[in-house]
């Protein structure tokens, strides 16, 4: 299962990212991928370590509530486990 993190700050780099989410997910952190550290376009893609899809709902829920640098997250999880995240227009 993925998801797909949004409004990464550009004031983070991609350890701090990565840091942050390898924190806040644990066990479930399968794979973290950060695209465009440091710019405005910051995103990233967790692979969760779990087969159930309510699992990335409610972790994505959970993420909601969580902010990074001060900046609150926008998360959304992938409908279809085979499917690549959509590249930020």
């Known amino acids: 299962?993925?998801?797909?993190?949004?409004n990464v700050p550009e004031t983070c780099s991609e350890q701090d990212v990565r840091s942050f989410f390898e924190r806040e997910l644990g066990h479930y952190a399968k794979g973290i991928t950060v695209y465009d550290a440091g710019t405005p376009n910051a995103h990233a893609d967790l692979?969760?370590?779990?087969?159930?899809?309510?699992?990335?709902?409610?972790v994505a829920r959970e993420l909601q509530l969580r902010r990074l640098a001060?900046?609150?997250?926008?998360?959304s999880a992938a409908p279809f486990d085979d499917e690549e995240p959509a590249p930020r227009s």
């Open 1 to 6: 299962m993925h998801l797909t993190v949004w």
């Open 47 to 58: 692979e969760l370590d779990s087969e159930v899809p309510y699992v990335a709902d409610a």
């Open 70 to 75: 001060g900046v609150a997250l926008r998360v």
